[in-house]
């Protein structure tokens, strides 16, 4: 270089040195600006003059000099065809232009990368030749990087907006930050609810090795770069690792991962709570610059916006999941309750106890009860014939230490096991894995017992062992009410089989036929009843009546009446003396008690050589019927009052004598009263027409049935309010004369 000036032409060197001048003018006026200058002699691009910006930009400290060619000052520009540029400007005097050109500035740990918009443009002497370039240009690192920082981040909050998947927006969050800085290998850890422990959340640039091992670290002080920083809820910088006593416990986990520096810096959510950590790692020791602590600020904000994001959508599912199941608890509950409510016995309850238990909490339900001082099963389900006659086959042992079952009889806790009942049964056939006994209660004492048992791929949880308490003690109830109700049904049977005759007697000369339906469910004693019986002199007593209300009171209302009239029947040969005794006892009764009013038809029957004598009296009942031979119907009149009353009835006694073919046809009002919502009452009219349809000579028996068959087909099935009661007397040919 310095041959070559010493042999340039004298006029060549002044107007060089003129040049220089210039060339020196414009550093001085570059000196303070931001813009970068350099001006650079001959076709070895000579460094003459620069401002104190291009030093900045290219490093400074041992590269502030002059003097030098820039390939030696700047040798990594060689390989990235600046060289060249500034070559091809000086031998073609032609100005180039550069925008947005990414340099890498600087080699080994010093390099960095940067972007520049310059000109280079030819130096030239008084007679146009080139005698060097000279280069302005721009640093546009930050704005080129805080674009793209910016469509990195507006692209990451779309994602957070579209609900991405979590896993999803940190992993895109950590490759953009890597393109960004390509020496940089991010890492996402986040934190558990309780903010003790760390779980990996993205790293795609890091070894699986790596993630698997540091996936659930503890935060705490001495716990690497991020297990510190989620302790102290501050960044951490560790720019070399090897020498940090902060990585003591995993330095050599780092090594083989070739790591040699961490900043790690804590994710926090708006309420202050820990998140997770972002991390930068580097390959070789490195402090960070203040862009590279605000680059983490900014992409841990927005990592903190994810995860926050993340946790209200899984807490929104959470209770969604919550609020749906609570509803299919309920809706199991309902139908349960519904299912358990209806008109049941005992063993129809836990029949169906067991359907709704299988599948619905189990795949196999069982249903044992105490009887009789040992345990039966009552109740067995299972998804197969053969899995359900081992299942209903199946007796649980007595002895409380050597089976569930006996032992929740025995205490009246719930058992639940991961393992096959205790004892002997076919739990290896069945493939048991494991059971839940729940007692049956009844007033805190157990009863019975439901077992459900769990088989491959089914376990029991708090959630089906709640369900299942509950469903047992809806069943349980129900299995009460059903016992309750069977024994006051039954009770019910009894009390009104005391009250009616068990058969109508044999009368000569007549021909006897009733039927009885009494109202509701059959837990209460009905009001109707009629009696048939003789009075020893040859004659007989018949009644129909109808006590006011039901129950107990009415059952010992129509005692009374009976009791009463089958006392004094002999002894009166009038119908009316025989009804005012039983007014009388009814008065009698205690007079603070509302024992309410009595109805009824009485009256006496003498077989007679052509005819029944009939002497009958009515005290405020519906009058009885007269069927003729020829089926024509017509109403017995007879006046009287109700009984019971504390008034004395005015009663008459109508005689009438019933021809062979001839009925009598007592009935009380329910079965005129009976009613439908469409067609109203049955009505007197109807029961004339439906006795006058019977076929003639229609035995007593028939005449009754035909009645009973026609009020059925009227009702529907529909419940009837009121007993119904029906006597019938029908006149025979009569009985040969014995003399």
């Known amino acids: 270089m310095t041959a070559e000036r010493e042999q340039w032409p004298t006029s060549r060197i002044h107007r060089s040195r003129a040049g220089r001048e210039e060339d020196e003018n414009l550093a001085l006026l570059f000196g303070t600006s931001p813009a970068l200058f350099a001006s650079m002699a001959g076709p070895a691009h000579v460094l003459e003059a620069a401002n104190a910006a291009f030093f900045a930009a290219i490093g400074g400290g041992r590269r502030e000099r002059t003097g030098l060619p820039l390939g030696e000052l700047m040798p990594e520009l060689a390989g990235q065809g600046f060289i060249g540029l500034l070559d091809q400007v000086y031998r073609s005097g032609e100005r180039h232009v550069g925008r947005d050109a990414r340099v890498v500035i600087g080699v080994g740990e010093e390099a960095r990368e940067a972007y520049f918009d310059f000109t280079y443009e030819a130096r030239r002497d008084t007679d146009g030749n080139v005698i060097g ?41 950590c490759r953009a930050i890597e393109e960004l800085s390509p020496d940089v290998i991010v890492s996402v850890l986040l934190a558990d609810e309780d903010g003790r422990h760390l779980r990996h959340g993205a790293a795609p640039s890091l070894p699986g090795f790596y993630n698997r091992a540091i996936d659930g670290i503890a935060t705490g002080e001495g716990v690497g770069s991020c297990g510190t920083a989620a302790h102290r809820r501050r960044t951490v910088i560790v720019s070399d690792i090897a020498a940090d006593p902060l990585w003591d416990d995993f330095r050599d986990l780092a090594g083989q991962a070739r790591l040699a520096a961490c900043w790690s810096t804590p994710i926090l959510a708006r309420d202050g709570r820990l998140l997770g950590t972002f991390a930068m790692y580097h390959r070789a020791p490195r402090a960070p610059q203040d862009t590279d602590l605000a680059l983490a600020r900014v992409f841990a904000d927005t990592a903190a916006l994810a995860i926050e994001r993340h946790q209200a959508e899984q807490a929104r599912l959470a209770a969604d999941a919550r609020e749906k199941a609570a509803r299919d608890d309920l809706a199991f509950l309902l139908t349960a309750s519904t299912a358990l409510a209806g008109r049941l016995d005992e063993t129809e309850t836990y029949q169906r106890l067991v359907g709704l238990s299988c599948p619905a909490l189990a795949p196999l339900a069982a249903v044992d009860i105490l009887d009789a001082g040992g345990v039966r099963r009552i109740a067995a389900a299972a998804p197969t014939e053969e899995a359900h006659r081992l299942l209903a086959a199946h007796v649980p042992a007595r002895d409380g230490e050597a089976d569930p079952v006996a032992r929740v009889l025995a205490y009246g806790l719930t058992e639940v096991a991961r393992r ?16 839940a006994c729940v007692p049956l209660l009844d007033r805190g004492r157990p009863f019975g017992a439901l077992t459900l048992l769990s088989t491959d791929g089914h376990s029991f949880d708090g959630h089906r062992i709640a369900l299942a308490e509950e469903l047992a003690r809806r069943a349980s109830s129900a299995a009460r009410s059903a016992r309750q109700y069977e024994q006051r049904a039954s009770l019910a049977r009894d009390l009104q089989t005391g009250l009616l005759l068990p058969e109508l007697p044999d009368i000569p000369g007549a021909r006897l036929a009733a039927f009885y339906h009494p109202a509701g469910e059959g837990l209460e004693i009905g009001g109707d009843f009629y009696d048939v019986f003789p009075r020893g002199d040859g004659s007989w007593a018949f009644i129909l ?62 077989p007679a050589a052509d005819a029944l004598a009939v002497h009958l009296v009515r005290a405020g009942h519906t009058p009885p019927l007269l069927l003729a031979a020829d089926h024509a119907v017509e109403t017995v ?86 007993d119904q009661a029906a006597l019938i007397i029908t006149a025979g040919e009569p009985a040969p004369d014995r003399d």
């Open 637 to 722: 009149e007879a006046p009287g009052g109700l009984l019971g009353i504390g008034i004395p009835p005015r009663l008459a006694c109508r005689r009438l004598a019933l021809r062979p073919g001839e009925s009598l046809f007592l009935y009380t009002d329910g079965i005129t009263e009976c009613r439908t919502d469409t067609a109203g009452q049955y009505g007197d009219a109807r029961l004339a027409k439906a006795l006058a349809a019977a076929p003639l000579r229609s035995a007593a028996a028939d005449i009754v049935r035909a009645v009973a068959e026609d009020v059925r087909g009227f009702v529907d099935g529909g419940d009837v309010e009121d």
């Open 420 to 435: 096959t009942p205790t004892g002997p049964g076919p739990w290896q056939d069945l493939g048991v894995t494991g059971y």
């Open 133 to 173: 370039v000279r280069m302005i240009g721009v640093e546009t690192t930050q704005v080129k990087q805080a674009r793209r920082l910016a469509a990195e981040q507006r692209a990451l909050l779309e994602q957070i907006a579209r609900q991405a998947a979590l896993p999803d927006v940190l992993d895109g969050m």
């Open 545 to 606: 009546g109808d006590v006011c209300g039901r129950g107990a009171k009415a059952a010992t209302t129509t005692a009374l009446v009976r009791h009463t009239a089958r006392a004094v029947a002999p002894l009166l040969d009038d119908p009316v003396d025989v009804v005012k005794a039983v007014d009388k006892a009814l008065n009698d009764r205690n007079a603070h008690q509302n024992n309410g009013f009595v109805t009824l038809v009485y009256g006496h029957l003498t």
